[in-house]
């Protein structure tokens, strides 16, 4: 292939021509994909981590990546099929064991373009259409979150690499705002790790733990542990929790910390997105008087990673993020008119994600968005009644949301054997949560369908299950033969 200078070389995707050349090049890449998945055959590759590193290493000329060039075309299609066929598939049903969701096309086909543009969002001159689409994306989401009738102030949001930062920047937030710039997190024990890992970044105390009942924090609890506290607190809820996808009860939490004047950030990854089901959205009452919330599009949303939100009741309280850099936003270039985009993130270098999402909804329309939500959680739903009605297994809960836990017959050891058995096969990807079901409240471990492709129908998974049970009871014979031996 030429450059645009007409010499062999790599091309550019850029330019009047850019187009050309992604054409050119993209039927090789999705060719290695098309071969990959077939080899593949199923939801994961077989083997394990040893047969993954050694199918890489004999496939690497010279055996390695830094070797001489052998093209863009064999490129593409050698190392695009290895991926493939090396990769979990989340549209594959029997691929869900995490909040790993199967992107949609149309989302994929928009990075393409974000990608071959490569708009830098740390100032406007990298990128003034994709941040003027980002300002009003966002600021479309904050609303969703937070109505006008709930609240005086204005809201918005800010685009992140999903719950992580976004708890990061909930807590750092509350910070900036307490006096002396001093808090205390709290949290239930369902809050997810990142919450503690953000308290450490932050110079923090460890987070406060309440205690949950049904994987929901407490709000008696709540009230007694912000009682307790003799500094500003900072109380975490949590609208979708990992292990279940229980949701914590918003709006009593929420009252809560108005009475003890805490600030409220609502962990709202997994389940904020069913704001757009009208089936769901009432799970979520409580949530518009949280201060801060985090959402994540690549859960419900079926983005690709990362596509995070976190969105503010207040947006004077985003101003804590401004910085000055003189060559991204000097004074007078803001005074001149340009806006200044580096007081939206605490990364300087950082994609255009709110692209995809943009195209996305205006693709689809909320409604749509909705829809996808309610499907899943309908699967769920019928998912949950079949694993209720089979003597081999044994339901942790009806679901809130779309993740069902459950138990074939057998000790700890053979369940958490049966989620191994069948990933090191490549026959499903199941997931596992430890939970205080067992004697005396001890832990347990309970296999998880999160279930995230709203093309699947309960249909797909009693095969799973029936294979899941048949595992665990084929292990728990074999254990048995080995203590007689």
Request: charged fraction near 20%.
């Amino acid at each position: 292939m030429a450059n645009s200078r007409g010499e062999p070389g790599p091309a550019l995707a850029g330019g009047a021509a850019g187009h050309e050349r992604l054409a050119e090049l993209i039927p090789f890449a999705l060719r290695g994909f098309a071969r990959g998945a077939a080899e593949r055959g199923g939801p994961a590759p077989e083997g394990g981590p040893a047969a993954v590193a050694a199918e890489l290493a004999s496939a690497l000329p010279g055996g390695t990546l830094l070797a001489d060039g052998v093209g863009a075309e064999r490129a593409l299609t050698e190392l695009g099929a290895l991926l493939a066929a090396g990769s979990v598939d989340p549209a594959d049903p029997w691929c869900a064991a995490h909040l790993h969701c199967p992107p949609l096309a149309v989302s994929v086909a928009a990075d393409v373009v974000a990608a071959a543009l490569n708009p830098s969002m740390d100032s406007w001159d990298q990128a003034p259409m994709a941040s003027e689409l980002e300002r009003e994306f966002t600021a479309a989401l904050a609303r969703v979150c937070f109505p006008v009738d709930t609240t005086a102030a204005a809201p918005d949001a800010v685009v992140t690499s999903g719950g992580t930062e976004s708890n990061l920047l909930g807590l750092l937030l509350a910070r900036e705002h307490a006096p002396g710039n001093r808090v205390v997190p709290v949290c239930g024990a369902n809050a997810h790790h990142s919450v503690a890992r953000a308290a450490w970044v932050l110079g923090l105390p460890a987070p406060v733990v309440v205690a949950c009942d049904g994987d929901r924090l407490r709000p008696d609890a709540l009230a007694d542990a912000l009682g307790a506290l003799t500094e500003p607190a900072v109380v975490v809820a949590t609208a979708g929790t990992t292990n279940t996808g229980e949701i914590d009860p918003l709006a009593e939490i929420a009252a809560v910390c108005r009475a003890a004047g805490a600030h409220l950030h609502v962990d709202a990854a997994y389940g904020g997105m069913a704001l757009f089901s009208p089936a769901h959205a009432g799970l979520l009452t409580g949530l518009a008087e949280a201060d801060s919330v985090a959402l994540d599009m690549h859960k419900f949303g079926w983005q690709p990673v990362a596509a995070g939100v976190l969105a503010c009741r207040d947006a004077d309280r985003l101003t804590a993020l401004n910085v000055r850099a003189e060559y991204l936003n000097a004074d007078d270039d803001t005074e001149a008119g340009l806006p200044d985009l580096l007081g939206r993130s605490i990364r300087t270098s950082r994609r255009p994600d709110a692209f995809r999402m943009a195209v996305t909804f205006y693709a689809l329309g909320h409604r749509e968005i909705g829809r996808l939500v309610a499907r899943c959680c309908e699967t769920a739903t019928e998912v949950a009644e079949d694993i209720a009605a089979d003597p081999g297994l044994r339901l942790w809960a009806a679901p809130s949301l779309s993740t069902v836990l459950f138990r074939p017959r057998g000790s700890d050891e053979v369940v958490a054997g049966v989620r191994r058995t069948l990933l090191e096969a490549g026959t499903a990807v199941l997931g596992r949560a430890t939970m205080p079901t067992g004697p005396g409240g001890a832990d347990q471990v309970w296999l998880k369908l999160t279930l995230l492709n709203p093309e699947a129908t309960a249909a797909d998974y009693r095969p799973l299950l029936a294979l899941a049970g048949k595992t665990a009871a084929a292990m728990a014979a074999a254990g048995e033969e080995r203590v007689l031996s």
